[in-house]
């Protein structure tokens, strides 16, 4: 089983920036293991769906959502077993729980019904 643990959120003003990391273990959870999986970093505002913001695959290569492509760079550590999402120019729109999430597959590929396992989430709030 592996479990997802997310930080670094918290209040910023617009224009600001923020970094969420998100650390993964489990007894039978490796580097290895770690590696061998995407990584998808995904978000939910009050009354709205959840929504997926970018993921990366095993080898680094990152796919985002259009609203956050340009101010957004997610990046991994696999030594570290460690996602970590770099939020700049943030705009009001960005508040949300933002929850990061491990693809039973090595690639992103478009289905979110691969990402099986989730972290309980870290709030962001933009302050305009």
């Known amino acids: 089983q592996v479990r997802l643990v997310e930080s670094g959120g918290g209040l910023v003003q617009a224009g600001g920036s923020l970094r969420l990391s998100c650390a993964a273990s489990g007894h039978t959870f490796s580097s290895r293991t770690f590696t061998s999986r995407a990584m998808g970093w995904f978000r939910q505002s009050p009354g709205k769906e959840r929504e997926f913001v970018g993921a990366i695959n095993w080898a680094g290569y990152t796919t985002y959502a259009d609203s956050v492509k340009g101010r957004f760079i997610i990046s991994r550590d696999n030594a570290k077993n460690s996602t970590y999402l770099q939020m700049n120019n943030l705009k009001p729109e960005d508040t949300a729980i933002y929850y990061c999430?491990?693809?039973?597959?090595?690639?992103?590929?478009?289905?979110?019904?691969?990402?099986?396992?989730w972290g309980q989430g870290t709030k962001v709030t933009v302050s305009s």
């Open positions: 999430a491990a693809s039973a597959r090595a690639y992103y590929t478009g289905s979110h019904s691969d990402f099986d396992s």
